[in-house]
């Protein structure tokens, strides 16, 4: 069994050292387009902004390559388009007068060697690639791929061009190594990273300074004495950053809503340095004493009646809260969170309605519903290859999340390499197949519209891999019993769901990067990379999930 190594891990103490990063503020949008490598629009390119330590949600390019997105008021940030580890950025000193224009460029490969005191190896090395420099939180570099070792030689394929740092380690040695290189596009460069003795962490936990109260959704940055990143963490109750050399390091911290902070620490051989609490400055009045609100609203049918006994969630930070059911009149009153961007979501029979908000509404909402579609697929399968047991199932393109009614929604019925899938809710739906006596498994995307028939075709691979886990209370250490798994694909569109606990396992997958995600009713959620190799089972060991409750 394959161990995967829970070796991003974090935490931060105020210290008198610390200092503020002032986050850039919005104002107006940017708008452009992404080209492809040979001059064509990219469509489904993702755009984020950074800027001042913080990255804007990605925006999806359009058809023709066209992306708008949040501009910032002053000060350098950075417009930056991945898709399928070729990337493109744009970087200025202050916000463009006009549209602007990036042109992907091709990945390139990484092939390095390991050097470590005569006579030391390991079955257990993990690699994986970092920006060279903050700002960064650049999708495709973070979560991006991992590295495949032979003995001490190893190599990271489909790797961003640029400056790329990167970091390797093994607990079975409690040794680590970092080194940078220059990536080009379509070239192989070659590097070697030295091994020392990693037996340090640093470790804190994240408060707004005006309430005490934990913050959701930070980011959590360990920089190197250059102010180069050696590892990122998100997001937790708690950090911890674990398997590293003695050394001075930067601590930073980010929240949406909230000033950066960088704290400095020295690590000690064999020794947790624990940061303590890391206080972080609103960035508004608001943002500091708002308390969480009521969204209420009424929900109507397709023909604008009330819709009674209709499920409303709203969705926020990888978690859902429990349904309520809407009134006689339709009416629904359902708690949501301070600030942020959340989903509310209401379905019935098929039937669904969704509004989308930065923050939550002032007035009452009114959510009309639209009615499902249907989806017809072919299975493109080896030549030769027949299985009687296929099963299809549907799930959301991406999580905003666990959206009743879709991954718990209807399943696909086959005839042969045909099926059909009725009464699926309208937008943009993941479509998974798999069969245990081929053992092989495909999925695709399609966008459902109510009413319509929407076609679709997937490729069916070999899946002999699996991923598993258990969840813990990460105060009490015990079992938690009630919890949402889900498997994301690279690209972070959700693969498989996993309802219960307090084991988890996803098997028949295809080999590749994947992210487990794991959420419960009063936990903060945990996101955890995982690599799965060709018929190989990957434990991730004990997830610990933080309660949302502790102060």
């Known amino acids: ?34 080209l492809e490598p040979d001059g064509q629009p990219a469509q489904g390119a993702k755009v984020v902004l950074v800027a001042g330590d913080m990255m804007t949600a990605p925006v999806l390019t359009d058809a023709n390559g066209h992306f708008s997105i949040a501009a910032w008021s002053s ?56 920006p060279a420099k903050i700002p960064a939180l650049l999708p495709g570099i973070w979560w991006g791929p991992r590295a495949t070792f032979s003995g001490n030689e190893f190599t990271i394929e489909n790797v961003p061009a640029g400056d790329i740092q990167v970091h390797v380690a093994s607990q079975s040695l409690a040794m680590a190594g970092h080194a940078q290189v220059r990536v080009e596009p379509k070239v192989v460069a070659t590097i070697i990273v030295d091994m020392q003795a990693a037996r340090s962490s640093v470790a804190g936990s994240v408060l707004n300074a005006s309430t005490r109260q934990t913050i959701a959704g930070y980011q959590a940055f360990l920089l190197l004495a250059d102010s180069s990143p050696e590892a990122w963490y998100m997001p937790g109750q708690r950090f911890a950053f674990v398997t ?8 930073l911290i980010t929240a949406p809503g909230y000033r950066s902070k960088r704290v400095s620490a020295h690590l000690v051989e064999g020794e947790t340095t624990d940061l303590g609490q890391v206080l972080l400055e609103p960035t508004s009045r608001e943002q500091a004493t708002m308390p969480a609100r009521n969204v209420s609203g009424v929900v109507l049918e397709p023909d604008g009646q009330p819709a009674q006994g209709a499920k409303v969630v709203v969705v926020a930070n990888d978690m859902m809260t429990e349904p309520v059911l809407t009134d006689v009149n339709g009416h629904f009153s359902i708690a949501a969170s301070p600030s942020g961007e959340a989903l509310v979501y209401a379905h019935e029979e098929g039937k669904t309605a969704r509004l989308s908000a930065a923050t939550p509404p002032d007035a009452a909402v009114t959510l009309q519903l639209v009615e499902p579609g249907t989806i017809k697929g072919t299975l493109r ?63 695709a995307q399609v966008r459902v519209e109510p009413k319509g028939v929407s076609r679709i075709a997937v490729d069916v691979q070999r899946a002999e ?15 938690i019993p009630r919890f949402q798994a889900f498997l994301l694909l690279a ?26 995600l794991i959420a ?20 991730v060991g004990q997830v610990l999930l933080e309660p949302a409750s502790v102060p």
């Open 381 to 443: 399968i080896p030549e030769g290859a027949t299985a009687g047991d296929f099963m299809g199932y549907i799930g959301p393109a991406k999580v905003a999340a666990l959206l009743p009614g879709i991954w718990w929604g209807p399943k696909a019925t086959f005839s042969g390499t045909e099926f059909t899938i009725e009464n699926v809710p309208a937008g943009d739906i993941q479509v998974h197949v798999a069969s245990r006596s081929l053992a092989m498994a495909g999925h």
């Open 491 to 516: 690209d972070g569109s959700p693969e498989a769901w996993y309802p219960t606990g307090p084991t988890f396992a996803f098997t028949q997958r295809t080999p590749g990067d994947r992210i487990v």
């Open 244 to 251: 590293l050399t003695a050394g001075d390091r930067v601590v």
């Open 1 to 34: 069994m394959k161990q995967a190594l829970s070796f991003l891990a974090l935490l931060f103490v105020l210290s008198p050292a610390a200092s503020h990063a002032q986050v850039a503020t919005p104002a107006g949008t940017i708008s452009g387009v992404v």
């Open 520 to 539: 419960a009713p009063g936990y903060k959620s945990q996101r955890i990379p995982a690599h799965l190799d060709e018929g190989q089972r990957t434990d």
């Open 75 to 130: 000060g350098e940030a950075l417009v930056y388009a991945h898709e399928q580890g070729k990337s493109a950025r744009y970087r200025a000193d202050a916000p463009p007068a006009s549209s602007v224009t990036l042109q992907l460029v091709e990945p390139g490969t990484i092939k390095g060697t390991l050097r470590l005191p005569e006579g030391l190896t390991a079955a257990d090395f993990m690699g994986y690639i970092g």
């Open 465 to 479: 891999s699996a991923v598993e886990g258990r969840v813990f209370d990460a105060v009490a250490r015990q079992e």
